[in-house]
């Protein structure tokens, strides 16, 4: 592991970090028109009583994106939240700044999987931290295509460090996991959280999972605040490579009711995750951040049915029995036996 000596943020942490996660919104949008062809986004600058604003950017009914939203905030206040005391306790008392940019897309075509990204930045007097990541939700899965996603955000990890996707993959498994449906969202991506490049790469709350044994095997790091936003910036920039190939393979593929039923059927379980789950949400609204914005994350169209059971060897099955589980997507060569029959591997 690379170690640095210092972990103090530079004197221009706050201006650096705003530029970048606006920077990253700016590209990402430009990018997402222009793979659309039709749709474009709507933008709305919003301000914050307690201090700080934002602008919200999001894209209806477009001929790839049935909704998107992509979001940046820069807001501050006085009082921290339960949900960051909690963790940093020795943040309490201080000014705080957050920081971010987010998105979450819904294709229409249930062959294009939503996507979620997250990038942050967080101070509070001694306590500073990045997080983020990026995570894919497909209906009808392709191991390729998840194979293709998780390569490019390995790649950009891998230019920072070579050790720090081997947590943060297995750390994306863990948060995106909806406990009361024991299920993954998706096929998962990466996560970090809580980066100040001090201590263990893995700060969850699963001690015994696959993110802290990695992590107890790298040993403790010591990361600078330059090494950091590099990380953010890199996987940042990792995302339209990693998602534009999988639009330009999927769009034109015919579906029928029947996908269509059954992609709002699993949007429902996004839906359950964002509002049960998600700890962006609760900061948000426990921080009394813009609820357009923070709910822009959900879909526009979504059903729930009681009791539904995927045909046993149906593609729906598919996604069911395997890709809502964490899985070992390169090195597992299983899941290409299982995946061909279904003509779902390429």
Partial sequence: MR?????????????????LLLGLQEEIC???????????????????????GGRSRVMQEGRIFEQGGVNFSEVQGDELPPSILNQRPEAKG????????????????????TVHLNYRYFEAGPVWWFGGGADLTPFYPYLQDTRHFHKIHKEACDSINSTLHKVFK????????????????GVGGIFFDYQDGTGSLYKGQNSDGAAAIEA????????????LYSLAKACGQAFLPAYIPIIEKR????FSDRERNFQLYRRGRYVEFNLVWDRGTI???????????????????????????????????????????????????SLEEICRPLEAFD
């Fill in 283 to 333: 900061f948000g609204l426990q921080t009394n951040g813009r609820t357009e914005s923070i709910l822009m994350s959900l879909p526009p169209l979504v059903r729930w049915e009681y009791g539904f059971k995927a045909p046993p060897g149906s593609r729906e099955a598919l996604l069911t029995d395997i890709f809502t589980k964490p899985q070992e997507w390169f090195t597992d060569k």
């Fill in 251 to 254: 769009h034109t593929q015919t």
């Fill in 216 to 227: 107890e095997k790298i040993g403790k790091t010591n990361l600078s605040w330059e090494t």
């Fill in 30 to 52: 430009k990018g997402l028109e222009q793979i659309d062809g039709e749709g474009k986004f709507q933008e709305e600058s919003w301000e914050r009583p307690e201090g700080g």
């Fill in 3 to 19: 170690s640095d000596n210092f972990t103090t943020p530079p004197t221009d942490s706050r201006t650096k970090a705003k530029a």
């Fill in 94 to 113: 201080h000014n705080w700044f957050a920081t971010g940019t987010s998105m979450v897309l819904h294709p229409r075509n249930p062959y294009i999987p």
């Fill in 170 to 185: 297995p750390w994306c498994d863990e948060y995106f996991f909806l406990k009361h449906r024991n299920e993954s969202r």
